[in-house]
């Protein structure tokens, strides 16, 4: 028997609202893969009658959609079409772009642009090496946790350590839910990332792969590139190089973007 929903088995207001933009962040982190919604129960905590019922109507209204077949949900079409009038912040990944481009000629590996955005990290922009075995571990769009990818550890790591230590705290039930990582963990790979001068983490979040990332200096932090390849290509000396590599670039970036850019953007 088909249980009638009534208004009062639903929240409301600004309750309602951060709900909603939750579960939108939630289907959204799996990119254009979906997730069923056994992994948006687990991802959001929340109830799975009342996940299946936010799902449902935003389905109805275009903001996500679920296959057919895989039964999975994705975001929906009227995402895209208001996505094509909002206006990126800075232009950042076209401004990058070139940079990006010499790394992953240079490395031969993925690497990737991480842009802040409150407690989480957006992948804004992918090039791609040319090392036969590739690390494609992100897509453009996905958004994680700060401290989930080594872009996002990067950020954290020059952050000052007050601010670092409270996203650390407000993620931490989302680091064993994408990863292999604890709140601990996180702090101590925050820790040997400050010592060292650049974030690394290996198999976090995929078996068998690592990421180098440092963070854009002008950008105070709101941004970081990473490296990322099979953990077999980022040993320890190979490791440093390539940290070199992308401290090198983020110093040459953030001489360019001072010259087009505020010097620190807003935290969104």
Do not use: W
Not at 237 to 260: G, I, P
């Amino acid at each position: 028997m088909t249980r009638k929903v009534h208004a009062a088995d639903l929240p409301s207001g600004t309750q309602s609202i951060e709900r909603v933009v939750n579960m939108l962040r939630v289907v959204a982190s799996r990119g254009r893969n979906g997730m069923r919604l056994g992994d948006v129960t687990a991802a959001t905590g929340l109830p799975s009658s009342t996940c299946f019922r936010m799902l449902q109507r935003l389905e109805r209204e275009g903001m996500v959609e679920r296959h057919p077949l895989t039964r999975k949900y994705a975001l929906g079409p009227l995402l895209y079409e208001l996505g094509l009038l909002a206006r990126p912040r800075f232009y950042l990944a076209e401004r990058c772009a070139d940079a990006l481009a010499a790394l992953a000629e240079r490395t031969q590996d993925t690497v990737y642009l991480s842009e802040r955005r409150g407690l989480e990290a957006v992948c804004s922009a992918r090039a791609l090496g040319d090392y036969p075995v590739k690390a494609l571990t992100l897509d453009v769009g996905i958004r994680r946790p700060l401290g989930v990818g080594a872009g996002g550890l990067a950020i954290l790591c020059a952050l000052p350590a007050a601010e670092a230590d409270e996203i650390i705290e407000a993620n931490a039930d989302r680091f064993p839910k994408l990863s292999t990582l604890s709140a601990g963990r996180v702090r101590a790979a925050v820790a040997e990332g400050r010592e060292r001068g650049f974030a690394f983490l290996d198999a976090a979040v995929y078996p068998g792969t690592a990421a180098v990332g440092v963070a854009i200096p002008t950008l105070a932090p709101m941004a970081a590139i990473s490296v990322a390849a099979i953990s077999s290509r980022l040993d320890e000396n190979r490791r440093q190089l390539v940290a070199a590599e992308l401290q090198r670039h983020a110093r040459l970036l953030s001489r360019v973007l001072d010259t087009s850019m505020p010097a620190a953007a807003p935290k969104a």
